[in-house]
């Protein structure tokens, strides 16, 4: 409990509309069988989230290290469970603790140099890679997902401790899971080994990664609440340029694909990355439709060269959200993505960016039909984002219209752009939770 004193202080500061921290060495509040509220967002629809929230005590854990998390997770089952992560917990390490790099993974006389030599354009062509580097890669990046990829099971809540949680390295897999909750934690750098070759991709080939932080797969009722996600540690601007391409080590920071549903992302934030957040994997997975219904509301996405997010088929509930383009960026691509049967309904947004990005920038479509937007600020002007968007590439793509078929009904209270704006920017992202 908070002391006296603390009450003391905190009621001066609301008295005072200042923000309250507790000071050091205080208690923190143990958000651990917290469930989400009523009406906050798509996953309170249907029942609500309510995680691990009943779990016996037997299955209440604090883990410290790779081992302990891995146990605690019991191989994705659906047994009710509370996770507490203290401190940093590195997924690239043995069973005894010691950190693995890339070359402990490499099996089958795998090596970067070879594979390059091995398919280099110029003698390969535009074949898809075989042989025995390519055997060797998949050999390889088979030793480190079976490190990194920890599966989440249904009932499951995941919190970090303390305002300093950190899960490194770590994809966590929510495939098929139901009734989940991930709070209060860094997910940073889940960083892939061994990039793929894939010749014919985007015309000139590029760099497939293999892991996101966070990978829902047909997951349903998920809450994302107060975790911060990035590349730190490796950045991909980095990393060197191989066959023309970039040499990329990430994919997504949260990716939601494969009919998942249900899902509320609060007060997060994405950060130093290129792409963040894809909901919907493919255009031709109709089975999606009806589902993919997700909330975004009061997260930051700062650094996020596009994808905040990507949407396919799914009604996508996007508000109060705060965008910041960095003065140095240089390969900023697009904030809103509108692809095929998306539904958008986009409110009270804030954009900072640098002077040579302009409001049209901040959307793309790829057969996408419509995106409904009010209370857009750019650079603290209110702007009509569809109207721009429209005017400027109405050459190039066909317009969007301002109906897409639904109107939210679920959600927390909807700030202007401009609170929302300062908000964020306070509290949004792990060890900020109120």
Not at 30 to 53: E, K, M, V, Y
Not at 71 to 87: E, W
Not at 255 to 278: C, E, G, P, Q, Y
């Amino acid at each position: 409990m908070r002391s006296r004193r603390g009450l003391q202080l905190a009621v001066v500061a609301g008295m005072l509309g200042l923000a309250f921290s507790a000071p050091a060495g205080a208690e923190a509040r143990d958000i651990s069988r917290d469930t989400l509220a009523a009406n906050d967002g798509w996953a309170a629809a249907d029942g609500g989230t309510t995680g691990g929230s009943t779990a016996d005590d037997a299955h209440v854990f604090t883990v410290r290290n790779r081992s302990e998390l891995v146990r605690a997770l019991d191989g994705g089952s659906a047994t009710p469970k509370i996770i507490k992560i203290a401190g940093t917990i590195d997924a690239n390490t043995d069973d005894d603790g010691d950190h693995l790099d890339c070359a402990d993974y490499a099996t089958d006389g795998y090596s970067t140099k070879k594979y390059l030599a091995a398919y280099d354009p110029r003698t390969w062509g535009s074949a898809k890679p075989s042989g025995p580097q390519e055997e060797a890669r998949q050999a390889s990046a088979a030793r480190q997902a079976e490190r990194i990829e920890l599966p989440v099971g249904s009932h499951t809540t995941i919190v970090g401790l303390g305002d300093s949680a950190v899960l490194k390295g770590a994809s966590l897999q929510l495939n098929g899971a139901n009734n989940v909750i991930v709070r209060n934690l860094e997910l940073r750098d889940a960083y892939d080994c061994f990039p793929a070759w894939q010749p014919n991709t985007g015309g000139l080939g590029d760099w497939k990664t293999a892991y996101d932080n966070i990978w829902l797969r047909g997951a349903t009722h998920v809450w994302i609440d107060h975790v911060t996600l990035s590349d730190k540690g490796h950045s991909d601007e980095q990393e060197p340029t191989y066959f023309g391409r970039n040499y990329l080590r990430h994919d997504g920071l949260l990716d939601i694909t494969n009919a998942s549903d249900l899902v509320t992302v609060s007060w997060s934030r994405f950060a130093d990355h290129d792409k963040a957040m894809l909901i919907g994997n493919g255009d031709t997975a109709t089975g999606d439709r009806g589902k993919l219904r997700v909330t975004l509301h009061h997260n930051e996405f700062e650094s996020v060269v596009q994808r905040a997010p990507r949407v396919r088929f799914g009604q996508v509930h996007l508000y109060n959200n705060r965008y910041v383009v960095p003065a140095d960026a240089h390969d900023y691509r697009y904030s809103i993505g509108v692809s095929t049967e998306s539904a958008v309904h986009a409110e009270n947004n804030a954009f900072t960016t640098p002077g040579h990005i302009e409001v049209a920038d901040l959307v793309k479509s790829w057969n996408g039909t419509a995106l409904h937007q009010s209370g857009t600020l750019f650079n603290g002007y209110p702007v009509d984002l569809l109207a721009i968007y429209n005017a400027y590439n109405s050459g190039s793509e066909r317009d969007l219209t301002a109906d897409v078929g639904w109107t939210p009904t679920l959600h927390t209270k909807i700030d202007s752009a401009a609170t929302a704006d300062r908000e964020v920017a306070r509290g949004a992202g792990a060890g900020r939770t109120p």
